[in-house]
């Protein structure tokens, strides 16, 4: 596992075609809402988290992240009978944070990825438990154990999202 | 200039949830049922929805040609199977509608209205919300088929959630295990009512049932109706656990007889009847049938009389409304009954009619009316606990070759 510090000039930033941008969300956003009908257990999984993560590491853009973070989330909200903004908001969070933190460490690894959608994960849960919660009033039930196995279930999965990026991401 | 230059990413962050959360404080301010759906929720239903229903039409249609085409092992045996099974159904149906017939009887004495599912559609589930705080799913019926909001929805199994969103070819149905789901349930046997709510983790909970009361595990939950969308007497699920909860309410568990988790197949439910039992003859006569029919009766006749009966007569003590021949009077053949003028004189008793036969009547109906709601459709019948009326009503006398049931040639009689 290696997570390095590196400086802005050393990492490289990449960028997606346009039909990626928008299909790849897309295609996130449907396998979410359709495989969970399927294959049950895959409801422990947000795949849209994953690609949220996986552009904002990728293209290291704070703006672009939270852009991205926030068009999906809103996507993602609009599946659902809750008021819209509360995947908004978190996956904007997680957009900024993700390629913030993309520009200061390397994150091409499979660990340093593993460690880092464990780490979003629960940062998406925590912002989603405080607004639906506080600001939306929904019951919300809190379990450490139960949001560190989810993230690490989310973080294999993550390692493969993100293999899949690798693959449509072009160097600038 | 230079800070917003230095700090533009948070700025624009910032920015960014201030207008989302501005706009979530307005959505949960101004919530209601009226209002329209916005835009961006049809959007993002119109561009995922299509791809979805594409997969599950595929999906159906290569199950279809591989079952019905290739994979047909084990048919013939499965035919059997299903041959006996509707031999022992028929046999059922017949004492079954013995019980529905005496029920809308006893509905009609009092002038009880009770609710049909008249008209059912059949919609295939396309996709789910994709989060499990929203357990709701998508469905291929929306508007253009005559779907509205709140319209129930229900599987052979038991009642599935109702319909909170509809668009142009879809709709949103919120199933009952969801935390903001409300549905009023009633227990089967003690007949308690409370409401059915969903967890966040997505269990079924009966709420606002008192502590001082007892509910066994394994008891069948059923619709009450008190809510308006469904039907009374449909099937919820069964009682798992029961402990005490917060304040002075049970806790009580429900498993829902519905799979909520492998939803394939519901029924919409778009018309719901509601109207008053019909007798089919005068009331007080077939009140004075029903009292005969629970008080002792005559004894069989001797079995050499059976002897000489004519062909075709059933053999005592099976009653064969089917076998029976009509106008052939004779004690002795299981045959439908000419005015009842046997048992008649026993029944008129007032304190039959003001004591035993009352309350009786009273717990029959409400009992029916809970099988009764789902008579209209085949597949709502199946969530009903048609069991419950059978099981309540004081067990009948040893029969007698009369038969006191309604039958056609019976309606024409004179009382």
Same mark, same amino acid.
């Given at each position: 596992?290696?997570?390095?510090?590196?400086?802005?000039?050393?990492?490289?930033?990449?960028?997606?075609?346009?039909?990626?941008?928008?299909?790849?969300?897309? /295609?996130?956003?449907?396998?979410?809402?359709?495989?969970?009908?399927?294959?049950?257990?895959?409801?422990?999984?947000?795949?849209?988290?994953?690609?949220?993560?996986?552009?904002?590491?990728?293209?290291?853009?704070?703006?672009?992240?939270?852009?991205? *973070?926030?068009?999906?989330?809103?996507?993602?909200?609009?599946? /659902?009978?809750?008021?819209?903004?509360?995947?908004?908001?978190?996956?904007?969070?997680?957009?900024?944070?993700?390629?913030?933190?993309?520009?200061?460490?390397?994150?091409?690894?499979?660990?340093?990825?593993?460690?880092?959608?464990?780490?979003?994960?629960?940062?998406?849960?925590?912002?989603?438990?405080?607004?639906?919660?506080?600001?939306?009033?929904?019951?919300?039930?809190?379990?450490?154990?139960?949001?560190?196995?989810? *993230?690490?279930?989310?973080?294999?999965?993550?390692?493969?999202?993100?293999?899949?990026?690798?693959?449509?991401?072009?160097?600038? | 200039?230079?800070?917003?230059?230095?700090?533009?990413?948070?700025?624009?962050?910032?920015?960014?949830?201030?207008?989302?959360?501005?706009?979530?404080?307005?959505?949960?301010?101004?919530?209601?049922?009226?209002?329209?759906?916005?835009?961006?929720?049809?959007?993002?239903?119109?561009?995922?929805?299509?791809?979805?229903?594409?997969?599950?039409?595929?999906?159906?249609?290569?199950?279809?040609?591989?079952?019905?085409?290739?994979?047909?092992?084990?048919?013939?045996?499965?035919?059997?199977?299903?041959?006996?099974?509707?031999?022992?159904?028929?046999?059922?149906?017949?004492?079954?509608?013995?019980?529905?017939?005496?029920?809308?009887?006893?509905?009609?004495?009092?002038?009880?209205?009770?609710?049909?599912?008249?008209?059912?559609?059949?919609?295939?589930?396309?996709?789910?919300?994709?989060?499990?705080?929203?357990?709701?799913?998508?469905?291929? #019926? +929306?508007?253009?088929? +005559?779907?509205?909001?709140?319209?129930?929805?229900?599987?052979?199994?038991?009642?599935?959630?109702?319909?909170?969103?509809?668009? +142009?070819?879809?709709?949103?149905?919120?199933?009952?295990?969801?935390?903001?789901?409300?549905?009023?349930?009633?227990?089967?046997?003690?007949?308690?009512?409370?409401?059915?709510?969903?967890?966040?983790?997505?269990?079924?909970?009966?709420?606002?049932?008192?502590?001082?009361?007892?509910?066994?595990?394994?008891?069948?939950?059923?619709?009450?109706?008190?809510?308006?969308?469904?039907?009374?007497?449909?099937?919820?699920?069964?009682?798992?656990?029961?402990?005490?909860?917060?304040?002075?309410?049970?806790?009580?568990?429900?498993?829902?007889?519905?799979?909520?988790?492998?939803?394939?197949?519901?029924?919409?439910?778009?018309?719901?009847?509601?109207?008053?039992?019909?007798?089919?003859?005068?009331?007080?006569?077939?009140?004075?049938?029903?009292?005969?029919?629970?008080?002792?009766?005559?004894?069989?006749?001797?079995?050499?009389?059976?002897? $000489?009966?004519?062909?075709?007569?059933?053999?005592?003590?099976?009653? $064969?409304?089917?076998?029976?021949?009509?106008?052939?009077?004779?004690?002795?053949?299981?045959?439908?009954?000419?005015?009842?003028?046997?048992?008649?004189?026993?029944?008129?008793?007032?304190?039959?009619?003001?004591?035993?036969?009352?309350?009786?009547?009273? #717990?029959?109906?409400?009992?029916?009316?809970?099988?009764? $709601?789902?008579?209209?459709?085949?597949?709502?019948?199946?969530?009903?606990?048609?069991?419950?009326?059978?099981?309540?009503?004081?067990?009948?006398?040893?029969?007698?070759?009369?038969?006191?049931?309604?039958?056609?040639?019976?309606?024409?009689?004179?009382?």
């Amino acid at each position: 596992m290696v997570i390095t510090y590196t400086s802005g000039e050393q990492v490289e930033v990449y960028r997606f075609s346009i039909p990626a941008t928008v299909l790849i969300p897309l /295609t996130a956003v449907f396998l979410q809402a359709f495989l969970p009908l399927r294959f049950h257990f895959f409801s422990i999984f947000d795949l849209p988290l994953l690609v949220t993560i996986g552009f904002a590491t990728a293209r290291r853009s704070p703006l672009a992240g939270l852009l991205t *973070g926030s068009f999906i989330g809103i996507l993602q909200d609009a599946l /659902t009978h809750h008021p819209i903004g509360l995947y908004g908001i978190s996956k904007t969070v997680v957009g900024f944070g993700a390629s913030s933190l993309g520009i200061k460490l390397d994150v091409e690894h499979a660990g340093a990825r593993f460690l880092l959608t464990i780490f979003f994960y629960v940062v998406h849960e925590v912002v989603y438990f405080l607004i639906a919660r506080g600001l939306v009033g929904l019951r919300m039930e809190w379990s450490w154990p139960h949001e560190f196995l989810s *993230g690490a279930a989310n973080a294999v999965l993550g390692i493969l999202v993100f293999m899949l990026l690798d693959r449509v991401k072009q160097r600038t | 200039m230079d800070v917003l230059g230095r700090y533009r990413n948070l700025i624009v962050l910032v920015g960014v949830l201030f207008a989302q959360v501005l706009g979530l404080a307005v959505q949960v301010k101004r919530t209601n049922d009226s209002e329209p759906t916005r835009l961006i929720r049809i959007w993002a239903v119109d561009t995922v929805t299509p791809l979805e229903r594409t997969l599950v039409w595929v999906q159906i249609s290569t199950r279809n040609v591989w079952h019905n085409y290739f994979y047909l092992r084990g048919v013939r045996a499965e035919n059997r199977s299903l041959k006996a099974q509707i031999e022992r159904m028929s046999l059922e149906q017949v004492r079954m509608s013995q019980d529905a017939d005496q029920a809308r009887r006893l509905q009609a004495l009092l002038a009880f209205k009770e609710q049909f599912i008249s008209q059912t559609m059949a919609a295939q589930v396309i996709g789910s919300s994709g989060s499990e705080l929203s357990r709701s799913v998508y469905i291929d #019926k +929306g508007e253009r088929d +005559g779907i509205k909001p709140d319209m129930a929805v229900i599987t052979a199994d038991g009642i599935v959630g109702k319909v909170l969103r509809v668009y +142009g070819s879809t709709s949103l149905v919120l199933l009952i295990d969801d935390q903001t789901s409300g549905v009023g349930a009633l227990l089967d046997k003690t007949r308690l009512q409370g409401i059915l709510r969903g967890t966040p983790a997505g269990e079924v909970v009966l709420e606002k049932v008192m502590s001082d009361e007892t509910v066994p595990a394994g008891e069948m939950v059923l619709t009450s109706g008190g809510d308006g969308i469904f039907p009374k007497g449909l099937l919820v699920g069964r009682v798992t656990k029961v402990a005490p909860g917060s304040e002075l309410f049970l806790n009580i568990r429900v498993r829902p007889a519905a799979d909520l988790s492998r939803l394939e197949e519901v029924l919409v439910v778009t018309k719901i009847d509601e109207r008053q039992a019909e007798p089919d003859q005068t009331g007080a006569a077939r009140a004075i049938d029903i009292l005969a029919e629970r008080l002792p009766t005559v004894p069989s006749k001797p079995e050499n009389a059976l002897k $000489t009966d004519a062909p075709g007569a059933a053999a005592p003590g099976v009653a $064969t409304p089917g076998v029976a021949t009509p106008g052939v009077a004779k004690p002795g053949v299981a045959k439908p009954p000419t005015t009842g003028s046997e048992v008649k004189p026993k029944a008129v008793t007032p304190e039959a009619s003001a004591g035993s036969g009352a309350p009786a009547a009273r #717990k029959t109906a409400s009992s029916a009316s809970s099988s009764g $709601t789902g008579s209209g459709t085949s597949s709502g019948t199946g969530p009903t606990a048609t069991g419950t009326p059978a099981a309540k009503v004081p067990p009948k006398p040893v029969k007698v070759p009369v038969e006191p049931k309604p039958q056609p040639a019976a309606e024409d009689s004179p009382h």
